[in-house]
């Protein structure tokens, strides 16, 4: 009778888990939704941007312009759709694995999903970077004093300079030191014990984050 109490207090313990992954699930989904609808505003731009190569600008422009301002653009491009590519697969096949997969599927999923997040945001990043060196490349090839040349580079490096000071400024602030999951690790597997709080530490995290092959999930 105390062992069937504790197998039920574990299962009760396991779907709460379950409950709070969801929710993570849902938090990364989101955030890739959001980043996927600004890559998809960069990509539009970059697209819209090569109009101009017709214009008289570009084609009075010195050699180096008419190379580097449409490589620039590609650049942009690229980036911006390999950040939405990976976070479009991202929102589509995770909660997939985490909804239709074996037991643990859940736990795989989320870790993959985070990791796969900041892939894409990282690709987001070149993209942003991508579109500073447009307008600056845009600048070289379209004012004819070099005072104006100048004055818009000087504003872009001050712009990517504030852009990522400011993304460190709140990625420090909102810093997690302990990692508190839904992730229902028992620290014995064959005893009937739950870890009700769900901390796992980074190091068990990166261990536990593989599927049933051994594969890691992590980078």
């Not at 017709?54 to 449409?70: E, H, I, R, S």
């Not at 999903?113 to 447009?134: D, K, N």
Request: aromatic content about 12%; charged content about 15%.
């Amino acid at each position: 009778m105390l062992y069937a109490d504790k197998v039920a207090l574990a299962n009760r313990a396991r779907l709460r888990m379950l409950e709070i992954r969801e929710k993570e699930i849902d938090l990364y989904t989101t955030n890739s939704r959001t980043i996927s609808t600004a890559n998809t505003m960069l990509a539009g731009i970059g697209y819209t941007a090569l109009v101009y190569t017709k214009m008289g600008y570009y084609q009075n422009a010195g050699w180096f312009t008419q190379y580097l301002y449409p490589v620039t653009l590609a650049i942009l491009i690229s980036f911006s759709l390999l950040s939405l590519f990976v976070l479009t697969l991202t929102i589509m096949l995770g909660p997939g694995l985490a909804l239709r997969g074996p037991d643990g599927s859940v736990h795989i999923a989320v870790e993959a999903i985070m990791v796969e997040y900041r892939t894409g945001c990282f690709y987001f990043g070149c993209g942003v970077i991508a579109l500073h060196l447009v307008v600056v490349t845009y600048a070289w090839g379209g004012f004819p004093m070099l005072a104006s040349k100048l004055a818009l580079t000087a504003l872009m490096l001050i712009s990517i300079t504030l852009i990522f000071f400011q993304a460190r400024v709140v990625a420090r602030r909102f810093y997690v030191h302990e990692v508190h999951s839904g992730a229902f690790y028992p620290a014995n597997p064959s005893a009937s014990t739950a870890d009700g709080k769900g901390i796992v530490a980074p190091d068990q995290a990166k261990r536990q984050a593989t599927d049933p092959t051994g594969k890691s999930l992590m980078y």
